[in-house]
């Protein structure tokens, strides 16, 4: 679902699926060691979680529930980086 803001498009879960996505594609391309594991699990639990997050904030109830799922977005995206 694409909608936008001005002349830009808004598709924000669009890119954030993309992003998880692609971060997928990413680390099956790590070799596989003990070291990493752990690493490539976590990553793929936490840039899954952006966009699923950010769904979650655009079935909220309130704008307090709205901000605080999209902080747990913004959180989980900055796991990711890390």
């Given at each position: 679902m694409t909608q936008t803001l001005g002349d830009r498009p808004y598709?924000?879960?669009?890119?954030?699926y993309e992003f998880a996505r692609?971060?997928?594609a990413f680390?099956?391309?790590l070799p596989r060691t003990i070291?990493?594991?752990e690493d490539v699990k976590?990553?793929?639990?936490?840039?899954?979680?952006?966009g699923?997050?950010?769904?979650e904030a655009n079935e909220a109830l309130s704008k307090k529930d709205f901000r605080?799922?999209?902080?747990?977005?913004r959180?989980?995206?900055k796991e990711t980086r890390y």
């Open positions: 598709d924000l879960e669009d890119r954030t692609r971060v997928r680390v099956k391309q070291c990493n594991t976590q990553v793929v639990r936490s840039s899954g979680s952006v699923a997050n950010y769904i605080m799922r999209v902080r747990i977005s959180k989980e995206s």
